[in-house]
């Protein structure tokens, strides 16, 4: 699955995979097969450690008092309520180079209802 995001100060392209064969690295038993990274005007920021505890994280803070408000974490469930609801289309050009790459590597045209795009400004 792949979209778009037009935010206020930034243009987002992302995508999500369970294929293993989307991973830029051989997956190997045993071993995370996780790898999130982020694109920022053009040098990539690699963020895969450190999630693994995440929620835990935030629910002791949330316990001890601090943590997120209601009106901190609603913009965040609107959007992702936007990014479930929306339409689902077809690739275009602005389709994420990883999903371009995975169709081609296929050797078919673009798959269809892949693309979300969700505007937020």
Known sequence: MAGSLELARADVTWFLSTEKDDLPFEPKPGKSTTYRSIMVDGEEIEFTEGFADLHTRVYEQ????????????????ELAYKIRTEAVRACSGEAHPFLVKRSRSLDESPPQGVLRTTRQR
């Open 62 to 77: 949330t316990l001890a008092g601090g943590g997120f408000t209601i009106n901190d974490a609603r913009p965040s469930v």
